[in-house]
């Protein structure tokens, strides 16, 4: 089961030599590859902190960034020689906003480092999908369709910028059919059902964590220590998307970190800036969403189109895989950021070369200053 929790199809050695971005010496905690981390959500992106307009229970602003996008399966470049996948269009929501943390959720080994009335972040993602179908290529008629809806949920509780977005408490819940091998000739071999919930406890320095794995009657725990022995920002599988959303957003910056999932263990990975632009169509589309009255994340002009940086994720080690890439607003200007760094699309290959599914985004919900 490690494959189900690594960072989405994220697999390729980055085999260059890296420049930290904005890191002369050692970091905050002591690591020399400490990430330079920044509020990209709010309009200065150098406040470090968590404002009261981001806190959940606030009446004068929305509290939280509620962004829905549309998932789309391309299956063009699907590389796997005896069966494929076809995903209906999905549907993948996320819900970013700060909160008074609940320290009961953590793992009572752990519970009594945590203050009380802590202000944490805490983000939430839903992936559903209406229908998947599995397909011998040697024989088309051996079909396995599943209409019964594919959903995926995470969520997950961290710190502010300061501190680095270090990961306190993260869940997993996994209720879908999932491919199962890379090659087979047997069309019950191609999936496997999977129900299942994995809740992450760690320490509040973030040296250790705690993991219970429920499937049906069945439970298991996962242990793992010196998870600071790592020089690079740790950060928890479930919030990788607000780090990347952190990070020093150019067209050439380069940031390592590690990156902890409950059973893939705690890998580093590299993300890259480039200026690979979105297609035309696509950059209308999010132009249009983030000029909408309510929102003001860009406004349009004659001369000028939305500015956007390609962040590219692989593995950082030897065996080379897949990158998956994000595509974020660009931050043009610092104390007056705009776009707040929306994440605009993500694009995110599948295991076992069944092509890719592509997350666009549709609406915003959001007064977030």
Same mark, same amino acid.
């Given at each position: 089961?490690?494959?189900?929790?690594?960072?989405?199809?994220?697999?390729?050695?980055?085999?260059?030599?890296?420049?930290?971005?904005?890191?002369?010496?050692?970091?905050?905690?002591?690591?020399?590859?400490?990430?330079?981390?920044?509020?990209?959500? &709010?309009?200065? +992106?150098?406040?470090?902190?968590?404002?009261? $307009? %981001?806190?959940?229970? =606030?009446? @004068?602003? /929305?509290?939280? !960034?509620?962004?829905?996008?549309?998932?789309?399966?391309?299956?063009?470049?699907?590389?796997?020689?005896?069966?494929?996948?076809?995903?209906?269009?999905?549907?993948?929501?996320?819900?970013?906003?700060?909160?008074?943390?609940?320290?009961?959720?953590?793992?009572?080994?752990?519970?009594?480092?945590?203050?009380?009335?802590?202000?944490?972040? &805490?983000?939430? +993602?839903?992936?559903?999908?209406?229908?998947? $179908? %599995?397909?011998?290529? =040697?024989? @088309?008629? /051996?079909?396995? !369709?599943?209409?019964?809806?594919?959903?995926?949920?995470?969520?997950?509780?961290?710190?502010?910028?300061?501190?680095?977005?270090?990961?306190?408490?993260?869940?997993?819940?996994?209720?879908?059919?999932?491919?199962?091998?890379?090659?087979?000739?047997?069309?019950?071999?191609?999936?496997?059902?999977?129900?299942?919930?994995?809740?992450?406890? &760690?320490?509040?320095?973030?040296?250790?964590?705690?993991?219970?794995?429920?499937?049906?009657?069945?439970?298991?725990? /996962?242990?793992?220590?010196?998870?600071?022995?790592?020089?690079?920002?740790?950060?928890?599988?479930?919030?990788?998307?607000?780090?990347?959303?952190?990070?020093?957003?150019?067209?050439?910056?380069?940031?390592?970190?590690?990156?902890?999932?409950?059973?893939?263990?705690?890998?580093?990975?590299?993300?890259?800036?480039?200026?690979?632009?979105?297609?035309?169509?696509?950059?209308?589309?999010?132009?249009?969403?983030?000029?909408?009255?309510?929102?003001?994340?860009?406004?349009?002009?004659?001369?000028?189109?939305?500015?956007?940086?390609?962040?590219?994720?692989?593995?950082?080690?030897?065996?080379?895989?897949?990158?998956?890439?994000?595509?974020?607003?660009?931050?043009?200007?610092?104390?007056?950021?705009?776009?707040?760094?929306?994440?605009?699309?993500?694009?995110?290959?599948?295991?076992?070369?069944?092509?890719?599914?592509?997350?666009?985004?549709?609406?915003?919900?959001?007064?977030?200053?």
């Amino acid at each position: 089961m490690k494959k189900r929790f690594g960072v989405a199809a994220v697999a390729v050695a980055a085999g260059c030599a890296v420049i930290f971005a904005g890191c002369n010496g050692c970091g905050a905690n002591g690591k020399a590859n400490e990430a330079a981390f920044s509020s990209n959500w &709010y309009a200065d +992106t150098n406040f470090r902190y968590i404002q009261p $307009t %981001f806190t959940q229970g =606030n009446t @004068e602003y /929305k509290d939280s !960034e509620e962004v829905t996008y549309t998932v789309k399966h391309d299956r063009e470049g699907a590389a796997n020689s005896t069966y494929s996948v076809e995903y209906g269009d999905g549907t993948y929501k996320t819900s970013f906003y700060a909160t008074t943390f609940d320290k009961t959720l953590i793992d009572e080994e752990f519970r009594g480092e945590y203050a009380d009335n802590l202000t944490v972040y &805490y983000y939430e +993602t839903a992936l559903s999908f209406p229908s998947v $179908t %599995f397909k011998m290529k =040697n024989d @088309e008629s /051996k079909v396995a !369709e599943f209409k019964d809806g594919e959903n995926t949920v995470t969520k997950c509780y961290f710190t502010n910028v300061d501190s680095h977005l270090r990961p306190l408490y993260s869940e997993i819940t996994t209720q879908c059919h999932l491919p199962k091998e890379f090659q087979t000739n047997v069309l019950e071999e191609t999936y496997e059902y999977v129900n299942q919930t994995v809740k992450t406890s &760690y320490k509040y320095d973030g040296s250790a964590a705690k993991s219970v794995i429920s499937e049906g009657d069945e439970t298991t725990v /996962k242990t793992a220590d010196k998870l600071n022995d790592t020089d690079n920002s740790l950060i928890d599988v479930c919030g990788l998307n607000i780090a990347v959303r952190a990070m020093q957003l150019s067209t050439s910056f380069t940031q390592v970190i590690s990156v902890y999932s409950p059973a893939g263990k705690m890998q580093n990975y590299a993300f890259t800036g480039s200026s690979a632009a979105l297609g035309d169509d696509e950059r209308k589309t999010v132009e249009g969403i983030l000029a909408a009255d309510d929102l003001k994340l860009y406004t349009p002009a004659e001369d000028k189109t939305l500015s956007t940086v390609c962040v590219t994720a692989t593995l950082n080690a030897d065996m080379k895989g897949v990158s998956q890439q994000y595509w974020f607003a660009a931050v043009d200007n610092a104390k007056n950021n705009t776009g707040r760094a929306t994440m605009v699309k993500m694009s995110v290959p599948l295991t076992f070369g069944l092509g890719t599914l592509n997350y666009s985004l549709k609406s915003i919900d959001s007064t977030v200053y």
